[in-house]
């Protein structure tokens, strides 16, 4: 079946380091790949998305990679910032479009 | 985000009941979407609508239902609660249009049921 996984431990990182956050799927060939942010009690909020043809996309302070070989996303936050603090979520999209499939989420937490 | 809205934000009710949640969009999407979200599990998908006429089942539909009253309404329904629905409901929207399907999320409606 397909599956998603994201750190299912909280990341801990320091004000100023770079965060790195991992997405990982199986049995699926997504068209693209979303990140989302998500404050405790709110619904999440669109970050970024990468197609299945690119390597790296980038927005300010984000990097998301997408190795369709690996079947693995990475999702990076340089110069990181304590209001960086969320949980972040991945979610894949096929070639259909419509439906998202998230992964569970990963917390960060950037301490000053 | 302002432009989706749900309703009731909290709802605390028995086993048995019927609930209703509400969900409301000003953003003139045509695509809208229920998911819980449970510790753990992230979110899941219950049922999605990709225009008025058409409504259509998600991963984990069972024991719940949904009505699209108009384009911009989505109401999701539990006939009858368990303890198990307890979670946080969702209601999201997306435009056909844009072919990448990027989501706006309402704030949520926190369900428990007793």
């Known amino acids: 079946s397909q599956k998603i996984e994201q750190n299912s431990e909280a990341l801990n990182i320091q004000e100023g380091k770079t965060a790195t956050l991992t997405c990982n799927y199986t049995?699926?060939?997504?068209?693209?790949l979303q990140w989302y942010r998500q404050d405790p009690g709110r619904g999440p909020v669109f970050l970024l998305l990468?197609?299945?043809?690119?390597k790296e996309k980038r927005k300010e302070r984000l990097k998301v990679t997408f190795d369709t070989t690996l079947k693995q996303s990475l999702f990076h936050i340089t110069a990181s910032q304590p209001a960086d603090s969320a949980t972040y979520l991945c979610?894949?999209?096929?070639?259909?479009?419509?439906?998202?499939?998230f992964g569970q989420g990963t917390e960060l937490s950037v301490k000053p | 985000d302002a432009d989706v809205t749900q309703t009731p934000r909290n709802r605390i009710t028995k086993t048995g009941k019927r609930i209703m949640l509400e969900c409301s969009q000003t953003?003139?999407?045509?695509?809208m979407y229920w998911y819980r979200q449970d510790p753990g599990l992230g979110l899941r998908l219950i049922y999605y609508?990709?225009?008025?006429?058409?409504?259509n089942k998600g991963e984990i539909s069972d024991g719940y239902s949904v009505s699209r009253q108009a384009q911009a309404k989505f109401s999701l329904s539990l006939e009858s609660a368990i303890p198990n629905q307890t979670a946080l409901y969702f209601c999201?929207?997306?435009?056909?249009?844009?072919?990448?399907?990027?989501?706006?999320f309402g704030p949520g409606t926190r369900l428990t049921v007793l």
């Open positions: 999201a929207t997306s435009d056909s249009m844009t072919s990448y399907n990027e989501q706006f």
């Open positions: 049995n699926y060939s997504p068209a693209y």
């Open positions: 990468i197609r299945e043809n690119e």
């Open positions: 979610a894949l999209v096929g070639n259909q479009g419509g439906k998202l499939i």
């Open positions: 953003k003139g999407h045509d695509r």
């Open positions: 609508s990709f225009d008025v006429k058409d409504i």
